[in-house]
């Protein structure tokens, strides 16, 4: 069983930054991808971003591209998430997700294991 750890949520006034850390753990594990989701209060869980851990392909969604910069340590087995320019509208809980297989990275169906989850709340 994989374990996840996010880190480095926080209050941030609008046009601020604040980077994410998610560390996985728990013995010998692959994998295909880590990925970030969001949930606002109210709504339903997005997909935020995702990086494939060997090809090193990083893929956004449109709300955030060009703001935040996903990235990962290999040997660390920790992924970031560096986000600029917060706009109040991108406050939500933040969750770290991975996956050994490699399905439908866009989709949170598309991970095996979760964080608990880093609050991000920006102020305007």
């Not at 340590?73 to 970031?80: G, L, W």
């Not at 991108?90 to 991975?98: K, Q, V, W």
């Not at 996956?99 to 990275?105: A, D, K, M």
Request: glycine share 12%; charged share 15%.
């Amino acid at each position: 069983q994989v374990q996840l750890k996010e880190s480095g949520g926080g209050l941030v006034q609008a046009g601020g930054s604040l980077r994410l850390s998610c560390t996985a753990s728990g013995g010998t594990f692959n994998t295909y991808a880590m990925g970030w989701f969001r949930q606002a209060l109210g709504k339903e869980r997005e997909f935020v971003a995702t990086f494939t851990w060997s090809a090193g392909n990083a893929y956004y969604a449109d709300s955030v591209k060009g703001r935040f910069t996903i990235s990962r340590d290999h040997a660390k087995n920790t992924m970031y998430l560096q986000m600029n320019s917060l706009k109040p509208e991108d406050t939500a809980l933040y969750f770290c997700a991975h996956t050994q297989y490699g399905h439908i990275l866009r989709s949170q169906n598309g991970y095996e294991n979760w964080g608990q989850g880093t609050q991000v709340t920006v102020s305007s």
